[in-house]
C-alpha cells in the first residue's frame, strides 16, 4: 500500500526537509539561522514574499506544469534548455572542502534563505527525480538606470557542475613556493625604483600602497601578474568636475608658493595629469637600466592607461601607477557609493569614508580622444579592505569559524573572462573588459545579498550561476554603476559599444548552457 502522501508532505515539512517551508518559516520569522552573525538585524533579510507569497506548510503542489509567472524572472535565464539538472550530489562539496566549509552548518534547507523565490518547485519527496526543466523564455531585466538584484537562490540540485568548479578553483590555487619567488623579485625592483623616485624633484613623498588582486587573495593561474601604486599626498588642492562624470577631474592648488615642487607640472593652473606622468615614466624608464641583477623592460604606452608596465624575466608583468592622495571628504559623486549598510554595517561604511582616496592620472574620454588633463578618482585600497573583511558575520572565513565561497565566485568570475578574452583575442571584441567590471558586478550582488549563509561553500554551483546572471544583466541593459560613484557607468556606449556587450553576453551565456567548456576537462 502507498502511503499517504498527505502525511509523508507534513512529515517532510515538520522536520525541515522541504524548501517550502523553510521559505515560510522565514516569511513568519520564526526561526533564525544559527549560522547567521548574532548581531545581523532582521531588517538585513529581504521579505519572503517579496516576488512571491510563502506557501502554507501544509499545502501539496500540484503537478501540473510550473507557471513562469510564479518564477523569478533571473532563474528563468538560467534554466538549461533540453538538460535535465545535474543530480544532487554533483552539488556536494569534495572532503577537504566540505571539512573546512561545512563545520557547524545546518542542512540547507533548514537555512533561513534572505530569497525573492519562496520555494524550490521540487517534486514532492526528497526521492523522487528531478524533472528537466523548461526551455528557457526571454530575459526579464529590469529597465536601463534601476538596480539589477539577483538573489541566491537554494536549490542545490539546480546548479550543475558543481565538482567542475571545485576542480576550477583548486587548478587556479598558486602554491606559496611560487607566490614567494614572483613576489621577492617584483618587491626588489618596485624598491629600487622607490628609492630613485624619492630623489626626484616632486616625487620625495612618494610611498608604496599595496593594492590589487595579490593583496586581495583573488589572483589567479600564475602570480605573473601584479599592481603596484605609488602614492604622494598632496595637500591644499580643490578637484574641480570634469563634464559631470563624477569620476574625473581636474586638480588646482589653493595656495601655489614658488617652492612648491608640484609646480613644475602645472597647465594653465591646472596640475597636469599627462606632464606628470610622463615625467613618472622617464624616471621608471632611466631606472631600469640601471638594474643589473633582474632582467627589466618597460612595454610601450597603451593610449588612456595610467599604468606604467614592465615586464621582469620575460614573464612577470608589473603595472606601476602614480597616485594622489588626499586626505579631505570624499567628493559629493560618491555621497549614495560604497552601499554596504546592510551587507558590512553602516559603521564600517563611516569608517571606510574617513579614510584618504586617491587621483589616478587616467585620461577621460572625449569624443575620440582623451583630455589628459585629468585625474580619476580611485578607491582601490577601499575594495581592498572589503574583500579581507568580507562577512556579515566579522569571523567569516577566519579560522574555525563559518566558510563562504565568496572569493571562490570572484575568482570563478574573473577566470571565466580571462579565458574568453584569450579565446577571442584576435577579434578585439573583448579589449575592453577587465576585471574590474567582474569585480564591481560582484560587490553590488554582494550588497543584494548580504547574509553569509547566501554564500554557503555547499552552494557554489548556485552562488556563481547568480554571479553569471548578474555580470549578463549588466551587460544586456548596459548598466554597470561604479561602486563607490553611481552616477558613472562602466558600460555605458561612450566606453564600451554595445556591439561588444552583445557579443561577450552571447559568449558568457553560450558557456553556462554548455557547463562551460573554456574552463577545460577535469
Known amino acids: 500500500m502507498q502511503p499517504r502522501q498527505g502525511k509523508a508532505t507534513r512529515r517532510a515539512s515538520e522536520a525541515g526537509a522541504t524548501v517550502p517551508e523553510a521559505s515560510a518559516r522565514s516569511a513568519r520569522g520564526a526561526r533564525t539561522d544559527r549560522n547567521e552573525c548574532p548581531a545581523a538585524p532582521e531588517a538585513a533579510l529581504p521579505e519572503a514574499g517579496k516576488f512571491r507569497p510563502a506557501r502554507k506548510s501544509g499545502s501539496r503542489q500540484k503537478k501540473s506544469p510550473p507557471d513562469t509567472q510564479e ?31 561545512a563545520e557547524g552548518l545546518e542542512p540547507p534547507a533548514a537555512r533561513e534563505p534572505a530569497l525573492s523565490r519562496a520555494g524550490s518547485r521540487r517534486q514532492r519527496g526528497a526521492r523522487c527525480p528531478p524533472k528537466p526543466r523548461p526551455p528557457p523564455g526571454p530575459l526579464d531585466v529590469p529597465s536601463p538606470g534601476l538596480p539589477v538584484s539577483v538573489p541566491i537562490l537554494v536549490r542545490r540540485d539546480a546548479a550543475p557542475g558543481a565538482r567542475k568548479l571545485r576542480a576550477v578553483l583548486e587548478k587556479l590555487r598558486l602554491s606559496h613556493q611560487d607566490i614567494s619567488k614572483a613576489a621577492k623579485v617584483v618587491n626588489g625592483v618596485v624598491g629600487h625604483l622607490l628609492h630613485r623616485l624619492k630623489c626626484e624633484s616632486g616625487f620625495g613623498g612618494v610611498e608604496r600602497l599595496h593594492t590589487g588582486s595579490y593583496y586581495e587573495h583573488v589572483k589567479i593561474s600564475a602570480p605573473n601578474e601584479f599592481d603596484v601604486m605609488f602614492k604622494l599626498e598632496v595637500p591644499r588642492i580643490q578637484l574641480e568636475e570634469y563634464s559631470d562624470t563624477g569620476a574625473y577631474y581636474f586638480v588646482k592648488f589653493k595656495r601655489n608658493p614658488k617652492e612648491n615642487p ?52 620575460k614573464e612577470i608583468s608589473v603595472d606601476i601607477t602614480l597616485a594622489l592622495e588626499l586626505k579631505t571628504s570624499w567628493p559629493t559623486s560618491t555621497q549614495d557609493g560604497l552601499a ?35 585625474w580619476r578618482l580611485s578607491f582601490s585600497h577601499i575594495e581592498k579592505e572589503i574583500l579581507s573583511n568580507h562577512g556579515k558575520c566579522k569571523t567569516c572565513c577566519e579560522n574555525k569559524e563559518m566558510k563562504c565561497c565568496r572569493k571562490d565566485c570572484l575568482k570563478l568570475m574573473k577566470y571565466l573572462l580571462e579565458q574568453l578574452k584569450e579565446k577571442f583575442k584576435d577579434k578585439k571584441h573583448l579589449d575592453k573588459f ?7 558586478a560582484f560587490f553590488h550582488l554582494c550588497t543584494d545579498n548580504p547574509q553569509d549563509s547566501q554564500w554557503d561553500p555547499k ?12 555580470f549578463l544583466q549588466c551587460l544586456r541593459t548596459e548598466q554597470l554603476k561604479n561602486f563607490f560613484i553611481p552616477g558613472f557607468n562602466l558600460f555605458s556606449s561612450n566606453l564600451i559599444d554595445t556591439s561588444s556587450k552583445e557579443f561577450l553576453s552571447e559568449q558568457i551565456e553560450y558557456e553556462r548552457n554548455n557547463e562551460f567548456p573554456v574552463f577545460g576537462e577535469f
Open 459 to 470: 552552494d557554489l554551483g548556485l552562488c556563481f550561476d547568480n554571479c553569471v546572471t548578474y
Open 434 to 440: 577587465s576585471s574590474y567590471h567582474v569585480k564591481t
Open 262 to 313: 608640484l609646480s613644475q607640472f602645472l597647465e594653465d593652473e591646472i596640475l597636469s595629469a599627462s606632464k606628470m606622468l610622463s615625467k613618472f615614466r622617464k624616471i621608471i624608464k632611466e631606472e631600469i637600466n640601471n638594474i643589473k641583477d633582474t632582467d627589466v623592460i618597460m612595454k610601450r604606452k597603451r593610449r588612456g592607461s595610467p599604468a606604467v608596465t614592465l615586464l621582469i624575466n
Open 340 to 374: 554596504v549598510k546592510n551587507w558590512l554595517s553602516a559603521k564600517v561604511r563611516q569608517q571606510l569614508r574617513l579614510k584618504p582616496f586617491y587621483l589616478v592620472p587616467k585620461h577621460a574620454k572625449e569624443g575620440n580622444g582623451f583630455q589628459e588633463e585629468t
Open 71 to 101: 518564477r523569478s524572472p533571473v532563474r528563468a535565464t538560467g534554466a538549461r534548455a533540453k538538460k535535465a539538472p545535474q543530480p544532487a550530489q554533483d552539488a556536494r562539496p569534495s572532503d577537504s572542502t566540505s571539512a573546512a566549509g
